[in-house]
């Protein structure tokens, strides 16, 4: 699905990203962890064509990424942290907007909107200011746009973050329904136990170096209950400070 080789990205003096490998396989929930600034933003936005690499190579769907940006979009999607659409515009006012942008027409149009709608359980705010929402109903909405076209590749980047923990679950439980349905999922969050809850494999990343890529289920070392995932990446992080 993805394949990531020796993905090096600079800011001027600054290496965000340092020979960076991955593989990740199709139909899998991938938490991505590690501290502020260590890289995943970088990582996350070059796999998405938002910003260019300075060496390596990086294939998605089996596409060299440089030359078959347009393509790998149509069939992946970003789900940011910041809400990506208009308050002064309705829920339904929204997802037709967006999937406008997406050229989506005709009997397709409305499969997705009404797809969207009920995966995240839109139904009885369609006429509502999406300035009016709550913070967990804006990220629903959040999530509902990045759905319109149906995607094979999903990135969400802290989901869940300032969203009481019923919303929260709420959410998670959306997710996974993704999983099911044979989506591929990146999933970025500082949340240890939303990780432990809905990812398969977990990769943490350091001063722009994966330093573990493991399934969580070894990770995790089940046999042992005192082991968690926030304990095994702070000893992780800080050996390597």
Known sequence: MISVNNLSKRYKAHTALDHVNLEVKQGIILGLLGPNGAGKTSLVSILNGLV?????????FGLPLKENQKEIRSRSSFIPQAFAFYENLTV?????FFAGI???????????IDSAIATNRLQTM???RA???SGGQKQRLNIAIGLL???ELLYFDEPTAGIDPELRNNILDTILSFKD?????????????EIEQICDEAVIIHHGKIICHKPLAALLQENDPQITLESIYLSLTAGQD
């Open 102 to 112: 997406q050229r989506i027409t005709g009997s397709e149009l409305q499969q997705a």
């Open 126 to 128: 369609l006429n509502k």
């Open 92 to 96: 339904m006012e929204n997802l037709q």
């Open 131 to 133: 300035l009016s929402l």
């Open 149 to 151: 076209n149906d995607p």
């Open 52 to 60: 260019p690499y300075n060496e390596g190579n990086v294939s998605i």
């Open 181 to 193: 349905s044979g989506k591929t999922i990146i999933y970025t969050s500082h949340y240890m136990q």
